[in-house]
Nanobody, 124 residues
Framework: QVQLVESGGRLVQAGGSLRLSCAASGLSFSRYGVGWFRQAPGKEREFVAG????????DYADSVNGRFTISRDNAKNAVYLQMNSLKPEDTAVYYC?????????????????WGKGTLVTVSS
């Protein structure tokens, strides 16, 4: 049974930093593209950052590019999201999601497995 578990979300002041973690069981991240998505209250879930399954290429939403960094540790079967210079508009539930040998594009409908999310709240 595949399970993704996010952790690391909490309340932080604007300008601060957080590191989110996503741990997987039931699959090997080495064969999966892994993405971070977020959903703010009243808004649709959106792509934040992703790392390809092969080659380690990373992609970022414009809103976080230069502030967030995604990385993976295949030995630990984990993916991380380092978030710096946080803003109140980064407040959301952050989800980890995977796509086997993919995805071709980072979108909610291209991801196969999802975690339950971790809440990040940035106060002004």
């Amino acid at each position: 049974q595949v399970q993704l578990v996010e952790s690391g979300g909490r309340l932080v002041q604007a300008g601060g930093s957080l590191r989110l973690s996503c741990a997987a069981s039931g699959l090997s991240f080495s064969r999966y593209g892994v993405g971070w998505f977020r959903q703010a209250p009243g808004k649709e879930r959106e792509f934040v950052a992703g790392i390809r399954w092969s080659g380690g290429r990373t992609d970022y939403a414009d809103s976080v590019n230069g502030r967030f960094t995604i990385s993976r540790d295949n030995a630990k079967n984990a993916v991380y999201l380092q978030m710096n210079s946080l803003k109140p508009e980064d407040t959301a539930v952050y989800y980890c999601a995977t796509s086997l040998f993919g995805p071709n594009r980072w979108s909610v409908d291209t991801m196969s497995y999802w975690g339950k999310g971790t809440l990040v709240t940035v106060s002004s």
